[in-house]
């Protein structure tokens, strides 16, 4: 069964630190999309990414990297030199061709940064 | 890309009433999705909209629970019936144009229910 896990409730960083959101995940699909979305405390769900199964590759985005590994069914979420702007709940969540592009969802990981 | 619009933003509803969520968006589009966040938890999906055909519902969701209309395809609603103080979450509307293999799923901005 599709599953996406992320063991980290809840994180706490100073300003300027670098900090990794974990996602591992769970399909027994061959073909999958993976994402990640950030929650501010405004409530919407805004895209940060999207990765297909095989592309491998790391990405980085300004500040944001991520590293997708098959080999370990993880797509950990890289912030370097955090801003308190980066304060949100952050989720990864997993889609599986064939299955109507619906989204299961990780249980989110809250980071706040203080200043 | 897509833009949702879902009406109402908020609401306090009295329990054992019911409330209708309306989900528009700027483009059509095969299915739309709807999903529940309880406070503090993550995004559960309750059920797909297709236009034409009953909504699929997930597992723990039912339709006399949360009727969903599809009447064309830029439009759906999601009821929430009989309400009780566990329903207060925010419920979300999303749709994945083209599916999820060209692009990435949009939401709208949730409607945030309290149930007193």
């Known amino acids: 069964a599709q599953k996406v896990t992320q063991a980290q409730t809840e994180i706490s960083v100073v300003e300027k630190e670098d900090v990794t959101l974990d996602c591992v995940y769970e399909?027994?699909?061959?073909?999958?999309?993976l994402f990640w979305y950030k929650q501010p405390p405004s409530g919407e769900l805004v895209f940060l990414i999207r990765r297909n199964s095989f592309d491998e590759q790391n990405e980085i985005s300004g500040r944001y990297s991520w590293n997708f590994q098959k080999s370990t069914s993880s797509f950990n979420f890289t912030i370097t030199a955090s801003q308190v702007v980066d304060s949100a709940v952050y989720f990864c969540?997993?889609?599986?061709?064939?299955?109507?592009?619906?989204?299961?969802f990780g249980t989110g990981t809250r980071l706040q940064v203080f200043p | 890309s897509a833009v949702i619009s879902q009406k109402p933003s908020r609401d306090i509803c009295q329990r054992g009433t019911s409330l209708t969520i309306q989900c528009q968006v700027d483009?059509?589009?095969?299915?739309m999705f709807w999903y529940r966040q309880q406070p503090g938890q993550s995004l559960t999906l309750i059920a797909t909209a297709n236009q034409g055909s009953e909504a699929t519902y997930e597992s723990g969701f039912v339709i006399d629970k949360f009727p969903i209309s599809r009447p064309n395809l830029t439009f759906s609603t999601l009821t929430v019936s009989n309400m009780s103080p566990e329903d207060s979450s925010i419920y979300l509307c999303?749709?994945?144009?083209?599916?999820?293999?060209?692009?990435?799923?949009?939401f709208g901005q949730g409607t945030r229910l309290t149930v007193v």
């Open positions: 969540a997993l889609s599986e061709t064939g299955n109507t592009d619906k989204l299961i």
């Open positions: 999303s749709v994945v144009p083209g599916g999820t293999g060209n692009t990435e799923a949009f």
């Open positions: 483009s059509q589009v095969t299915m």
């Open positions: 399909t027994r699909d061959t073909t999958y999309y």
